[in-house]
């Protein structure tokens, strides 16, 4: 029986057919590293986890990749809370991530690229872009020129009429941003150093990429210009893949991937967990109590307290301070 995917990118269930024979390419966005990881991050690698496993029971041979995003502004604020660098941050949550996805049987990746290792990569796309002019430094950024990019909008379905400013971090960074912009739409590849802020040199100035084109940068590095499949949560559709398949193919002129998929979310009465939310339940807190990572070994039916999780008093506290 032929399997078939459903694929974001045209909307409908399609026979996979994988580049080469036999192989697959597989990248899936992987977490920011500042701080445990909860449910919804199980949901999600669990879930491209049995995809993978799937695909390998089929008699693929699967290549799976994904990164970790070592540099992003709430690593920088946790560096400063707790009197430590990006790096110790960073470094501890890949441990700490891997304890998690260990204790829940998920297979670990090929490789799990980081975004301060791939700098070079990074660079030399943004050269790219701007060589052939979808790109352009500003004030020591540079800039993604959205509007160049025929095929804008079509994983999401966006129009760009309708999009506001895609900018992430903070609200300040924002505002100067938006001052360095051609066109609300675009977005920062390479943002200018600041004060105390870990920089890496390069022909606009010091400064760090983006994080869209870090997905880009490692994509190619790991896998090569065009793969099969390309997953994440669904919330990344827009902007973050759209930014991804914009800048890749802008760059190569060929397709990033052939099939993109999305996890959804957990949600809590309504609201996806996220740390941001403050709704959530980290998965060490979950497997410290009654449940264990391995399904089988797990009570049939486990006393149910509010949403049908068992909660440890952390998690409990943080839970009727978002309610
Ligand atoms: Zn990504």
Avoid at 45 to 55: E, G, N, Q
Avoid at 178 to 203: I, R, V
Wanted: aromatic share 12%; with cysteine.
């Amino acid at each position: 029986m032929p399997l078939t995917l459903y694929n974001r990118l045209t909307r409908r269930e399609s026979p996979f057919e994988p580049l080469e024979p036999g192989k697959v390419r597989m990248y899936c966005c992987g977490v920011t590293v500042y701080d445990y990881c909860h449910v919804g991050h199980a949901r999600a690698y669990i879930v491209w986890d049995m995809v993978r496993r799937y695909l390998m029971w089929r008699g693929y041979d699967v290549r799976y990749v994904q990164n970790f995003t070592d540099i992003d502004d709430k690593i920088l604020d946790r560096a400063r809370e707790t009197n430590s660098t990006m790096e110790a941050v960073a470094e501890r949550f890949i441990d700490e991530y891997f304890v998690d996805m260990d204790k829940l049987n998920i297979l670990r990746a090929d490789e799990y690229p980081r975004a301060t290792h791939t700098i070079d990569g990074i660079k030399r796309l943004i050269h790219e872009l701007e060589n052939k002019g979808y790109a352009y430094a500003s004030g020591g950024d540079v800039y993604y020129n959205v509007r160049q990019f025929a095929d804008y909008g079509k994983l999401s379905g966006r129009k760009l009429e309708e999009m506001q400013a895609g900018a992430s971090g903070r609200l300040e960074t924002a505002e100067i941003e938006a001052q360095k912009k051609q066109d609300y739409s675009d977005f920062a590849l390479w943002k200018s150093a600041k004060p105390g802020e870990p920089a890496w040199d390069s022909s606009w100035g010091k400064g760090r990429p983006g994080w869209h084109i870090e997905c880009s940068a490692m994509v190619r590095d790991c896998l090569g210009e065009t793969i099969d499949i390309h997953c994440g949560g669904s919330d990344l559709t827009f902007p973050h893949h759209e930014n991804e398949i914009a800048q890749s193919e802008a760059a190569t002129g060929k397709s990033l991937a052939n099939y993109w998929m999305h996890n959804a979310f957990v949600t809590v009465n309504g609201k996806k967990m996220s740390k941001s939310l403050h709704n959530f339940i980290t998965i060490r807190d979950l497997l410290d109590g009654n449940w264990s990572g391995d399904l089988e070994s797990n009570p049939p039916s486990p006393p149910l307290v509010r949403g049908g999780v068992r909660m440890k008093a952390r998690s409990q506290k943080r839970w009727n301070r978002w309610r």
